[in-house]
């Protein structure tokens, strides 16, 4: 008793101090990780509209937090005055001509605000205008390349970017198709009488590849738009010669004088144990599966691409068309109305639009 | 009958008012208590000793049952839905916010509550105080205010404590059960743990810790002059504690979750 | 006397203490100087009397007046120069259990003399240790000492300030022979020093020895406070009953006038008064029955 009345201040010291250290080292820790004690760079920008920014909004940079909204405010022009700083680690990044850029999910997964750095060696003084990426400034930084804008990461990128090499692989087997549609239509016309057999072979090998190369490979969305818009009209194109195709070879008129002549296309084409024929149907199939392999992509896609997804359809259509054709070919050309009718499909276009969401 | 009933309201409603007074000047001794070179530093470095000091044992292992008990059921249940990380709210929650605060008021009641309650009623008894008031010391600032600060002190640094000894508890059973590093473990606390948290632990422990003292400082100087009245003293300082405390607790945690 | 300030006046004091009356309407003054002894039985309110002049129990009504000033309306100033210009001596000690002896008599000078260094305390505590004849240890607890042990501390905690007011609640309660002459030639020297004095007792033998002014207290009341000269001539039974043993001193004052200046020098030689400590306690017993049979009156 006496020993502990002896040391009384000192041990009530240690144990009130402990505690008291443990406390302040818990709220520095705690304060470290809120940040409280780092400096925050400000900046201001202007938003059409206040949807999807709000006070506290991160800004993100790569995916990762680079800085907050702090303010917003309706200003007299009725647009949106953004005060928004970013966190004294990632200042460096905050270059001259840097945009920001709310994007928003299509599919409801809210938006982002997205930082991108200017191509500038300068720092932005604090207190600048950062401009948004769809204001007039900002499309013109882009224009200029000043401003490095980069995959944008959700869904519907993933998506596009997905199929991409599927498009750019269908439209080579397309134009392949296309030319040996277009040959056999002049050999059926009588105008060639070339090695038609061969290039149709050639036609199957690159339609073969189609499948292995879909996946991985991810590509720019205006690119793939672009692309897209070139394969449609591809498309067409092929849409075109199979009608062209199916109708001359559907005309009985026109076939029976071409059939009773030996050197006729169709007996060409009937020749070698049918494989012209069968390498011309491995192509269309392949086609069709690919196609298949676009649709079930475009599910989620439907209101963005339309006329892609309208093309692919009729040119699905084509192609069922001309196996039909070439089918009935097979049975017994000479027979009129050998093709047999085929029972319709939903089309494609349609059932996109009935999965609106 | 209606008279009895209007005298008591009547004697109730002074006794409220005497104690509102009681607890407002024994908060001012308290506030003064530092300004003043008085000799009732001694008082509160022993009243810190008793009350804080000597009942972490207590409280350490308390804490760490505590978090045992959590990180166990943590485990299993929390396991099950696929929530394990909730673990660590919970807790947070546990024992930074709730129980906590509530356990080592407890403690403290039992522990110091009595002692402060019995121990100036014996004074009281032993003319002490009267002779404290003699000499031309307040009691309240002598007696009252290093207790009231003592008991305070004690209760915001016991559940410092607690907390430490909970979370520790609670990191020793998950070396049994699923080891995980230590940074790894405060980096998850950390993530959970807010400034609020923490705040709302240490203002229980402040409101808990000024309940407990002024409840017993109140109830052993009411004693008067029987030594019988003693035990009665320390038995109401206890009971009237916990009601007090146990409201406060729900008020304060409505006013967080409401606020 | 009469003209100046009173050090103490109480003017019309009424108090309770848990609901039961302790002082009704009790009223006088002590003046410069003089000591004024206070008799009654047990329960009579007598160390309720001497804690209100104290200003340590509040009264209900009436007015408590040190040096003309009402002690409810004093400023801390003011309060606080009251406190340190008495001392109380408890009936039981009242020593504080949880500090040391030394502790229990340095804590009056620490506060009231808050600049004095350490050595000046420990003169001033050894001073007043030596007055009361304690020569054991100042380091032991107060629970370490017998009743007569902790009376003597009690009192020289009282003197360590060496005030000018004295309330001595029985100051000679409890002690063997030798400490109560000693307590007798402290009061005595105090006297000397025209110290105010108050003290309550149960026995006549203070009041014999050192009485300038003399009060009767029964359940509360004062039933009569005057100069010790005249209580002789007082004939009220319920007097006489109170104060018992003042029927020998009337009969010793009708005896003759040489007989009170044989007290007096009885009271100059206090060593030589030994045989008077037990007739005092029998007396005290008296007086309390005296009381009980006046309460039984009322």
Known sequence: MKFRIKYADRIVGIFVVLAALFLVASVIVLGANQRWFAKDYRFVSRFGSAAGIAPGTPIMLKGFQIGKIDRIRLNEDNEVDVEFSIYDSYYGKAKVNSLLELVTSPIGLGSQLLFHPGKGEEILEEGAFVATANSPEGEALIEQELVDIPVKDDTVTRLLGNINPLIENLNKTVVTVNRTLTEVNRALAGQSSGPLGRMIEDAADTVAGVEALVGGVRGDA??????????????????????????????????????????????????????????????????????????AMTTTLNTQMPTVAATLEETRTAIRQAQDVLEGLKNNPL??????????QTPLYQSLREGEF | MLRRIGESVRRRAGEILYGLGFFYSLLKESVLFFRRRQVGYRVLVMQILFTGYEALRISAVLAMAIGVAINLIGASLLAEFGQGKLMYTLLIIVITRELGPLLTAFIVTARSGTAIATELGGMVVNHEIEAYVAVGVNPLSYLGAPRLIGVV????????????????????????????????????????????????????SLIFGLIIASVSIHRGFAVERASTEIPVAGIRAVGASFILIILADAAVTAAQYLG | MGETVPVIELR????????FCILEDVSFALGEGETSVFM???????????????????????????????????????????HRSYGFVFQDAALWA????????????????????????????????????????????????????????GLARALVLDPELLFLDEPAAYLDEESADRVYSIIDQLKARRRTIAIVTGSSELAYRFADALGVLSGGRLLAFGPY??????????????????????????????????????????????????????????????????????
């Open chain 1, 222 to 295: 205006e690119a793939i738009v672009s692309k897209a818009n070139d394969l449609a009209a591809s498309l067409e194109r092929i849409t075109r010669n199979l009608e062209d195709t199916t109708a001359a070879l559907r005309d009985p008129t026109g076939l029976v004088p071409r059939l009773l002549d030996p050197k006729g296309s169709v007996k060409t084409l009937l020749d070698d144990k049918n494989a012209l024929y069968n390498s011309i149907l491995g192509s269309v199939a392949e086609i069709q599966r690919t196609l298949k392999n676009i649709q």
């Open chain 1, 335 to 344: 027979l009129k109305g050998g093709i047999p009718e085929r029972k319709d």
């Open chain 2, 153 to 204: 002190v004690s209760m915001l640094v016991l559940s410092i404590y607690f907390n430490l000894f909970g979370l520790l508890g609670s990191f020793a059973i998950m070396q049994v059960l699923k080891p995980v590093a230590l940074a790894e473990y405060l980096r998850n606390l950390v993530a959970v743990l807010t400034v609020r948290d923490l705040m709302s632990g240490l203002l229980k």
């Open chain 3, 12 to 19: 019309g004091v009424s108090a309770t203490r848990g609901g």
């Open chain 3, 40 to 82: 009654g039985g047990a329960g009579s309110g007598k160390s309720s009397l001497l804690k209100t002049a104290a200003g340590i129990v509040i009264p209900d009504s009436g007015a408590v007046l040190f040096r003309g000033k009402d002690v409810a309306r004093m400023t801390r100033a003011e309060e606080r120069a009251f």
């Open chain 3, 98 to 153: 949880n500090q040391s002896l030394y502790d229990n008599l340095a804590l009056p000078y620490r506060l009231h003399e808050p600049l004095a260094g350490e050595a000046e305390v420990e003169r001033a505590v050894f001073r007043a240790a030596e007055t009361v004849g304690f020569r054991e240890s100042l380091s032991a607890r107060p629970a370490e000492l017998s009743t007569g042990e902790s009376r003597l501390i």
């Open chain 3, 229 to 298: 000269a005249e209580a002789s001539l007082w004939q009220d039974p319920a007097l006489r009953g109170v104060a018992g043993r003042l029927k020998t001193r009337k009969k010793t004052a009708e005896g003759g006038a040489a007989l009170l200046e044989a007290w007096a020098a009885a009271l100059a030689d206090s060593l030589d008064a030994p045989p008077e400590e037990p007739t005092a306690e029998g007396d005290d017993g008296a007086a309390g029955r005296g009381g009980r049979s006046d309460e039984e009156k009322a």
